[in-house]
């Protein structure tokens, strides 16, 4: 059993910040990568940032820029600073993770998401 939760949305003005953290937690063999998605209303979930196992990082060109995404040092935990941000990044944000577990490989898991409005 893997849980990804994560923290650190809310409302903020455009051109302020955010960070947002992810944990994940259970019986991990190993996180190949780690990213955010996110999703507003009406809208597919759209691909914002990822970070592999080796310290890739790729982001989306709508972020490019004013994101950052990290990993700690510990490894089961992510980060997602926002810059700079705009009404257009108002969604919910979801943590994604490939994880091996003790009895599966390479799966996609999901959190809960949390929210970030962005006001105009």
């Known amino acids: 059993q893997v849980q990804l939760v994560e923290s650190g949305g809310g409302l903020v003005q455009t051109g302020g910040s955010l960070g947002l953290s992810c944990a994940a937690s259970?019986?991990?063999?190993?996180?190949?990568?780690m990213g955010w998605f996110r999703q507003a209303p009406g809208k597919q979930r759209e691909f914002v940032a990822h970070?592999?196992?080796?310290?890739?990082?790729n982001y989306a060109d709508s972020v490019k820029g004013r994101f950052t995404i990290s990993r700690g040092n510990a490894k089961n935990m992510m980060y997602l600073q926002m810059n700079s941000l705009k009404p257009e990044d108002t969604a919910v944000y979801y943590c994604?993770?490939?994880?091996?577990?003790?009895?599966?490989?390479?799966?996609?898991?999901w959190g809960q998401g949390t929210q970030v409005t962005v006001s105009s």
């Open positions: 994604n993770a490939v994880i091996a577990t003790t009895r599966r490989e390479n799966i996609n898991y």
């Open positions: 259970g019986s991990i063999l190993a996180i190949f990568a």
């Open positions: 970070i592999t196992s080796d310290g890739t990082t």
